[in-house]
């Protein structure tokens, strides 16, 4: 091996990398913490990834730099699982096959995947949170799609409508009982109509219609809010079409790992050790 | 009541420690089992009371790894020759786990409306275990490096640490992998870009420098060990300075 390529696949590399991103890691943490971010990391969730780098918004200059600082950090680790597992590789098929070895290569391989497959999440398809709707609106997105409300039954309490999402407790809302009833089309097509729970949205394809929490009409006052007051709903609608192999794969990797460990449980060189202990008492 | 239970668990922790500290094992074990056996009942009240899991805030959670704790002392084997040793380090993380838990809060999370979605309470369970899967590992790391030696009775001290700390990598994916779930079905989203999920890519982080460190001399397993062995002090470290904000 060339003496770059040895180097893209030493463990240093992986170490001082796994620092870098450590660090980097708990800058973030401190931004997600300040007040002064508040706003750019609510925008950062709002929409996909791909589309809020797009967008010039000069107050994100930093987040943007701290991400593709992030990216920047994981591509080169990426790059070092290659050269890495390229190696063990040509050790497995040349010098010596280990199970242990070779599984920890499946885990790696695996790890590598679900990387991948998270960045294409932030990448790829589409994403819209926070979209507020009463009954009987609609709403135009991407592609020609459009969300309708035909209905919302709310069973709950209304003064929880302008509660935070930990505010709200266990006699607040029925959340079994709350639902919507949401068509979704695309040109003028309906292509599904159903009822959307909190934890069960409306899926087609790789879409999905999420719906988040009920809320007050918009632009009502506390004041107006009284029993014959139907809530509105805030919904994310998304289209992630890495999303199911990424459930798949997640897993996968963890078994792996679990494997890897009891495979390895004993360490051979310790049994032997121990095999002699034993043999001298 | 959750209290007066609360502060006797602590007191019969604090009592194994002594034992084990005096070298009086029989009553060690005693000690330890009546500790453990204590311990349920505050995470039963809270159980009964709040009719959720007890692991949504610190006090609860940290209540919830003492007990995996001390079941993971009395319970496995250990390494021969060094189970008195490592439960010391046990005892030790058990009692500032309890006290650290009582001095941050002593107040339930009132339930969520969602309190009794599956993935959510599953989170919630394999965090704690998967913390007290660490500070265990921790104890054999800490060990490790005091024996100061490398032969092949301390290096089973390193490799004990090795397979708990994967084991708790393990538990604290199934944990995220749970997680996800719930946040994906809830939320509409798997990832936020918020102060919860950048810690848990933090202690992941953690975790892969851990299991990442190169070398294969008496100075790398040192390192190693201690990289592997503050992962549980990490952890809790980081949990504790969260709650603040």
Same mark, same amino acid.
């Given at each position: 091996?060339?003496?770059?390529?040895?180097?893209?696949a030493?463990?240093?590399?992986?170490?001082?990398?796994?620092?870098?991103?450590?660090?980097?890691l708990?800058?973030?943490?401190?931004?997600?913490?300040?007040?002064?971010?508040k706003?750019?990391?609510?925008?950062?969730?709002?929409?996909?990834?791909?589309?809020?780098l797009?967008?010039?918004?000069?107050d994100?200059?930093?987040?943007?730099?701290?991400?593709?600082?992030?990216?920047?950090?994981?591509?080169?680790?990426?790059?070092?699982?290659?050269?890495?597992?390229?190696?063990?590789i040509?050790?497995?098929?040349?010098?010596?096959?280990?199970?242990?070895?070779?599984?920890?290569l499946?885990?790696?391989?695996?790890?590598?995947l679900?990387?991948?497959?998270?960045?294409?999440?932030?990448?790829?398809?589409?994403?819209?949170?926070?979209?507020?709707?009463?009954?009987?609106?609609?709403?135009?997105?991407?592609?020609g799609y459009?969300?309708?409300?035909?209905?919302i039954n709310?069973?709950?309490?209304?003064?929880?409508?302008?509660k935070?999402?930990?505010?709200?407790?266990?006699d607040?809302l029925?959340?079994?009982?709350s639902?919507?009833?949401?068509?979704l089309?695309?040109?003028?097509?309906?292509?599904?109509?159903?009822n959307?729970?909190?934890?069960?949205?409306?899926k087609?394809?790789?879409?999905r219609?999420?719906?988040?929490?009920?809320?007050s009409?918009?632009?009502?006052?506390?004041?107006?809010?009284?029993a014959?007051?139907?809530?509105?709903?805030?919904?994310?609608?998304t289209?992630?079409?890495?999303?199911?192999?990424?459930?798949?794969?997640?897993?996968?990797?963890?078994?792996?790992?679990?494997i890897?460990?009891?495979?390895?449980?004993?360490?051979?060189?310790?049994?032997?050790?121990?095999?002699?202990?034993?043999?001298?008492? | 009541?959750?209290?007066?239970?609360?502060?006797?668990?602590?007191?019969?922790?604090g009592?194994?420690?002594?034992?084990?500290?005096?070298g009086?094992?029989?009553?060690?074990?005693?000690?330890a089992?009546s500790?453990?056996?204590?311990?349920?009942?505050?995470?039963?009240?809270?159980f009964?009371?709040?009719?959720?899991?007890?692991?949504?805030?610190?006090?609860?959670?940290?209540?919830?790894?003492?007990?995996?704790?001390?079941?993971?002392?009395?319970f496995?084997?250990?390494?021969?020759?060094?189970?008195?040793?490592?439960?010391?380090?046990?005892?030790?993380?058990?009692?500032?786990?309890l006290?650290?838990?009582?001095?941050?809060s002593?107040?339930?999370?009132?339930?969520?409306?969602?309190?009794?979605?599956? @993935?959510?309470?599953? &989170?919630?369970?394999? $965090?704690?275990?998967?913390m007290? %899967?660490?500070?265990? #590992?921790? /104890? @054999?790391?800490?060990? &490790?490096?005091?024996? $100061?030696?490398?032969?092949?009775? %301390?290096?089973?001290l #390193?490799? /004990?640490?090795?397979?708990?700390?994967?084991?708790?990598?393990?538990?604290?994916?199934?944990?995220e992998?749970?997680?996800?779930?719930?946040?994906q079905?809830?939320?509409?989203?798997?990832?936020?870009?918020?102060q919860?999920?950048?810690?848990?890519?933090?202690?992941?982080?953690?975790?892969?420098?851990?299991?990442?460190?190169?070398?294969?001399?008496?100075?790398?397993?040192d390192?190693?060990?201690?990289?592997?062995?503050?992962?549980?002090?990490?952890v809790?470290?980081?949990?504790?300075?969260?709650?603040?904000?």
């Open positions: 091996m060339s003496k770059i390529s040895e180097k893209l030493s463990l240093h590399l992986t170490a001082w990398n796994l620092v870098a991103i450590l660090l980097w708990i800058w973030g943490l401190i931004m997600a913490g300040s007040v002064a971010f706003m750019g990391f609510s925008a950062m969730n709002r929409i996909l990834i791909r589309d809020w797009m967008t010039p918004d000069a994100s200059h930093l987040l943007k730099l701290w991400f593709i600082g992030i990216c920047l950090l994981m591509t080169l680790l990426g790059v070092n699982l290659i050269f890495c597992s390229w190696e063990k040509y050790r497995i098929i040349r010098v010596k096959f280990s199970g242990p070895k070779f599984y920890m499946i885990v790696h391989a695996f790890f590598g679900v990387a991948l497959f998270h960045l294409g999440g932030f990448m790829l398809g589409y994403e819209q949170n926070d979209i507020s709707l009463g009954e009987g609106m609609s709403t135009k997105l991407r592609d459009e969300v309708k409300i035909n209905a709310f069973a709950g309490n209304l003064a929880i409508l302008d935070s999402y930990r505010n709200i407790k266990k607040d029925n959340y079994k009982n639902y919507a009833e949401v068509v089309s695309q040109n003028g097509r309906e292509l599904r109509k159903d959307i729970y909190i934890f069960m949205p409306l087609y394809g790789d879409t219609v999420t719906l988040k929490s009920f809320i009409p918009v632009g009502a006052n506390q004041g107006q809010i009284n014959t007051t139907t809530p509105w709903i805030k919904l994310t609608v289209k992630n079409p890495v999303l199911s192999v990424f459930f798949v794969i997640y897993p996968l990797m963890i078994i792996g790992i679990f890897h460990l009891i495979l390895t449980w004993k360490s051979p060189a310790i049994n032997r050790a121990i095999q002699e202990l034993t043999d001298s008492n | 009541m959750l209290s007066l239970f609360y502060y006797i668990t602590i007191t019969l922790y009592l194994t420690f002594i034992f084990n500290v005096s009086l094992k029989r009553y060690e074990i005693v000690s089992v500790a453990v056996t204590a311990n349920i009942i505050p995470l039963f009240l809270i009964y009371r709040s009719g959720h899991f007890p692991g949504y805030n610190i006090y609860e959670s940290f209540l919830f790894a003492s007990f995996i704790l001390g079941c993971l002392a009395i496995v084997p250990g390494v021969k020759g060094y189970t008195s040793k490592i439960r010391l380090w046990v005892w030790i993380e058990i009692l500032i786990l006290i650290t838990a009582l001095l941050i002593e107040e339930l999370t009132s339930t969520g409306f969602d309190y009794n979605y599956i @993935y959510k309470i599953l &989170f919630h369970i394999f $965090r704690p275990i998967s007290a %899967t660490m500070l265990y #590992a921790t /104890a @054999y790391f800490t060990q &490790f490096i005091l024996e $100061r030696e490398f032969n092949e009775r %301390t290096s089973w #390193a490799h /004990a640490g090795r397979n708990f700390l994967i084991l708790s990598t393990v538990l604290f994916l199934v944990s992998y749970t997680g996800i779930i719930w946040c079905q809830e939320f509409g989203d798997f990832w936020m870009w918020n919860n999920f950048m810690q848990s890519t933090i202690i992941m982080s953690y975790l892969m420098l851990a299991f990442h460190i190169p070398g294969k001399d008496k100075r790398a397993e390192f190693r060990s201690l990289i592997g062995g503050l992962s549980g002090v990490f809790v470290t980081l949990t504790i300075v969260r709650s603040f904000f």
